[in-house]
């Protein structure tokens, strides 16, 4: 089993919905969590950090539940913008960070 | 600040070539990546770096060599390049050495195609 495991989608939604995305690891002791945003043939750039508490930024909600070990990503209101892949990273006491393949938004008019 | 540059952007070898890809980053950071990122396999980690000094293998780390010149620089060696290392490297940065939860800055990237 791969430690960290996203569905690759595609996912096809209209300008305005809403759309959620979870990511599911292994490794118990993991400690940081985050979701990455990269664009085709671009770097990844880091999009939020995922805390215990839950987080929000803007249209962006992320969730951590270690109980059941998955993090979860919902964007609001999506936008043309929004189209990109979004990348799980989960990391360990010392800092070895662990991708996910990635899940694909594409958001269309 | 340039933050992580890499170069080149994209290079094409021959099979048995050796090249070096180069990193470096401005941001003072103590940790350096390298990774590769296959097309639906995610980004796989070769080697890192948690200080000036020291390096380490990752995940992918063979028919690869790393050197950690200085704080700033962090490059990759492929000795003798063969197809199967047909790939976009990326080589990252954080601030902290070993330890800690403050997040990796990527390069742009360089596009190798090894025929």
């Known amino acids: 089993r791969k430690e960290v495991e996203q569905d690759p989608g595609p996912f096809n939604v209209p300008e305005g919905a809403t759309v959620a995305f979870n990511c599911t690891y292994s490794?118990?002791?993991?400690?940081?969590f985050f979701w990455y945003r990269q664009d085709c043939r671009k770097e990844p750039k880091l999009l939020m950090s995922?805390?215990?508490s839950g987080n929000e930024d803007g249209r962006f909600t992320a969730q951590l539940n270690r109980a059941s070990q998955y993090i979860s990503l919902l964007i609001r209101d999506s936008k043309l913008s929004d189209s990109a892949t979004y990348l799980c990273?989960?990391?360990?006491?010392?800092?070895?960070?662990?991708f996910g393949r990635g899940t694909s938004l594409i958001v269309h008019p | 600040n340039a933050g992580v540059t890499q170069t080149p952007k994209f290079q094409v070898l021959k099979t048995g070539q050796s090249m070096t890809l180069q990193c470096a980053q401005d941001m003072n950071h103590n940790s350096m990546y390298w990774y590769r990122q296959d097309p639906g396999m995610g980004l796989r980690l070769i080697y890192y770096?948690?200080?000036?000094?020291?390096?380490d293998k990752g995940e992918v780390p063979n028919g690869y060599n790393v050197s950690r010149l200085n704080k700033r620089e962090f490059s990759l060696r492929l000795e003798s390049a063969a197809p199967s290392q047909t790939s976009v490297y990326f080589c990252?940065?954080?601030?902290?050495?070993?330890?800690?939860?403050?997040?990796?800055?990527f390069g742009p990237g360089t596009r190798l195609t090894v025929l």
């Open positions: 995922v805390y215990s």
């Open positions: 770096s948690a200080s000036e000094g020291t390096t």
């Open positions: 990252a940065s954080r601030p902290r050495g070993e330890g800690g939860t403050d997040t990796q800055y």
């Open positions: 990273v989960v990391t360990g006491g010392s800092y070895i960070p662990t």
């Open positions: 490794n118990s002791a993991s400690q940081s």
